[in-house]
């Protein structure tokens, strides 16, 4: 693959369908912006040159972009070919490929993308959609094919006809480009469609109608091109996702019980041998070791870090929480802001009172402690080495090691 290739990512759209306050791209996919699944393709495929469109309220979706991505704010939503017009005012002097990808379509490979543009370079093409073929292609617009065969041109669904509506090959929105060539067919896009949008879907047959080289790349797996346009697109791409985290921690050795019905945040790392049993949610920013188990119906949220051998069972949740190798908590917890040693045993019912109303407090737990059923620590609080707490008490003092306390507030048991 030669490597005279730019990136644009058309990110600028509103998502109206969406029904938000939250820009489109910004959804989240197993735990992460879509947007970040682009931007990661983007990456590590090594383009020359990313460029971002941005538009919608792209202060806040700024925020998630880092240099060398460089971004550009089309002013005004006036259609895809309007944003890609606004990219290739910062590709300024760049000569070759670009490849268009589109901010709202997360699921797609990195091989899919690498065999595209072999493709387009391969047979000396001025531009190549990325086609697919689906049985119900509503919403997406229709490739259109000469007597020949050859690609002729893209109709948005909403200015099709019947017969064009029959049409099952789609594009996806993937489209390779000249980019001299897309530069000067830009300003001959008029917006006369339903959606009085400039289409950047409309290139292709202005391409053809010069007698410009375009073609046809086809997307073995439908399911990749799936964009994400209203909540019921986002909740299955983010099924597929799922599919993939999970089937890729099963592939390390994690033994996954019921995959279907078990929820890991993308980038969790998780050790072999370690069993997480269904209904468990797993967010952003969690480790956890080998030889673990999980589970059922655990919440293991933000800065969990489980180490080797721990037990996290049923009804537990955990949030910038260590627990450290061989640890029992295997009912009913919460354990928040909490540094727990090995060895230990965590009781049923045991809270981490962290919050004090206005800031979170840290409880330390050492190696070797019972904690008894139903403790409450009243952060910040330490219960060093060995010591032992009762059933039912509150920890509201520092407890020595080896010491056992019991009662409300707790204290030492022999002065009880
Ligand atoms: C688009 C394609 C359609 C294709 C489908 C695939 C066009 C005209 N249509 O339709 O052929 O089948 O994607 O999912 O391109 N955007 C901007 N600025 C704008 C408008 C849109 O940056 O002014 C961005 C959006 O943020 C989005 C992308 O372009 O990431 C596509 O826009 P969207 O409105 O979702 O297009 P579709 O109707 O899905
Ligand atoms: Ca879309």
Not at 111 to 125: C, D, F, R, S, V
């Amino acid at each position: 693959m030669k490597n005279n290739i730019a990136v644009m990512i058309l990110a600028a759209g509103k998502g109206v369908r969406m029904r938000s306050d939250t820009p489109k791209v910004l959804h989240k996919i197993c735990g992460r912006p879509m947007l970040d699944y682009v931007l990661d393709l983007a990456r590590d495929l090594k383009f020359k040159k990313t460029v971002i469109v941005l538009g919608h309220r792209h202060q806040e979706v700024k925020k998630f972009i880092k240099p060398p991505v460089r971004i550009t704010i089309q002013k005004k939503l006036l259609g895809t070919a309007d944003a890609a017009k606004t990219a290739l005012n910062s590709l300024k002097g760049f000569k070759g490929t670009v490849l268009v990808l589109y901010g709202d379509i997360p699921l797609l490979k990195k091989e899919t993308i690498k065999g595209l543009l072999k493709y387009h370079q391969e047979n000396m093409m001025d531009a190549t959609v990325l086609t697919s073929r689906l049985e119900a292609p509503s919403g997406y617009g229709r490739i259109l094919r000469d007597k020949y065969a050859g690609v002729c041109g893209i109709k948005e669904e909403k200015d099709a006809d019947d017969f064009e509506k029959d049409i099952k090959e789609i594009n996806t929105g993937i489209i390779c480009f000249d980019k001299d060539k897309l530069y000067s067919a830009l300003s001959q896009v008029r917006p006369n469609n339903r959606k009085k949008e400039y289409y950047l879907t409309d290139i292709i047959s202005i391409f053809y109608k010069k007698g410009y080289l375009v073609g046809g790349y086809r997307l073995a797996d439908a399911v990749e091109a799936l964009g994400i346009n209203s909540r019921r697109d986002l909740a299955r791409v983010n099924r597929i996702m799922q599919k993939r985290i999970n089937e890729g921690l099963m592939e390390k050795g994690v033994a996954l019980v019921a995959p279907e019905f078990t929820f890991i945040s993308y980038g969790t790392k998780i050790g072999p041998d370690t069993v997480i049993y269904p209904f468990t949610v797993i967010e952003g920013n969690v480790k956890i070791g080998k030889h673990c188990q999980i589970g059922p119906f655990a919440h293991l949220r933000e800065g969990t870090v489980i180490s080797d051998g721990a037990l996290v069972g049923n009804f537990v949740e955990t949030a910038r929480t260590a627990i450290s190798s061989r640890t029992l908590a295997k009912h009913f917890c919460y354990l928040g802001d909490s540094r727990i040693g090995k060895d230990s045993n965590i009781g049923a019912g045991t809270v981490t009172a962290n919050f004090d109303g206005r800031n979170k407090h840290i409880t330390r737990i050492g190696d070797k402690v019972f904690i008894g059923s139903d403790t409450v620590l009243v952060a910040p609080v330490e219960v060093a080495r060995g010591a032992k707490t009762g059933a039912g008490s509150v920890i509201i003092k520092n407890v020595s090691s080896g010491t056992t306390v019991v009662g409300v507030p707790a204290k030492p048991l022999k002065s009880v």
